[in-house]
């Protein structure tokens, strides 16, 4: 029903200029969805990473295109504030996601807790989730011990090289639960595999669904193990940012997408 059917009066001023906004966004299901997604704490964090690591890659690429000015005679000196201000944003996507982050410990230990009470059959898949949730509580407070002694390093009292060993080992208990993910979502494949020979055409679409999902995230939890490898010795192992950045951006989109879809609310049947 569009705007004159639900109103037969005749258009008033005021509907002309301050429902012009309202009777011309027509509802959509993907408006819906997007509202739906970035209102959880998962699609937010997705969005932002994307856009952190995206800025990330972008920032050099207009360095060196300021400085191939520079030599043309083109450009006064050899630099980019666009190239600086996305470094900034970066840098202030991190730092927000980290604080959004803080009370994720909390879902850990409501993860735990459903885990026990409602078990999924397979013990091996048990214990891999109770081993995801036990390196999250390692990691949550080291990560954190290494945030806030940058900040508040007097008050806490935290030297620099207990800082260090608290961030690198909080990378390490990350890089345990990613590992375990990846092992989880493996075994999860054989186990769809194995029922798809046997499964009616109903169940088949759910899990072809499914296996879809377990294809992003395996994306993105794969190719964040390089990166966790990288900060978890000090001085990293790559040279180059260009790896570590490409690399996660490729995580974050697998993850964004993956999230989006499973998001999806299915449409009605007709």
């Not at 260009?242 to 009605?268: H, K």
Request: charge should be positive; hydrophobic fraction near 45%.
């Amino acid at each position: 029903m569009n705007y004159s059917e639900k109103n037969p009066r005749p258009l008033a001023i005021d509907d002309l200029l301050l429902g012009f906004v309202g009777a011309n966004t027509p509802p959509s299901q993907t408006l819906d969805h997007a509202l739906r997604f970035f209102s959880t704490w998962s699609g937010t964090d997705k969005l932002m990473m994307t856009s952190q690591y995206t800025a990330k890659l972008v920032a050099p690429l207009l360095l060196y295109r300021a400085e191939l000015q520079f030599r043309a005679g083109k450009r006064a000196q050899p630099i980019s504030l666009t190239n600086e201000g996305l470094y900034k944003f970066a840098s202030q996507l991190s730092l927000a996601r980290r604080i959004m982050g803080f009370w994720g410990l909390l879902g850990i230990f409501r993860g735990l807790s459903a885990l026990e009470r409602s078990p999924p059959e397979s013990r091996l898949a048990l214990n891999l989730q109770r081993l995801q949730g036990l390196s999250m509580i390692a990691f949550y407070p080291l990560e954190y011990i290494s945030f806030f002694s940058a900040s508040f390093a007097p008050l806490l009292r935290i030297s620099p090289v207990a800082s260090m060993k608290a961030q690198l080992w909080s990378v390490r208990a990350w890089g345990i639960y990613v590992a375990l993910k990846v092992a989880e979502l493996c075994n999860e494949w054989c186990g769809l595999v194995e029922t798809e020979r046997t499964a009616t055409e109903d169940a088949l679409k759910a899990i072809k669904k499914r296996k879809r999902a377990i294809l992003y995230q395996l994306a993105a939890n794969i190719s964040r193990l390089p990166v966790i490898m990288h900060w978890s010795v000090v001085g990293g192992i790559y040279q180059s940012d260009l790896w570590t950045n490409g690399l996660s951006l490729i995580s974050a989109l697998a993850a964004f997408r993956g999230g989006w879809e499973s998001s999806r609310v299915p449409a009605p049947m007709r």
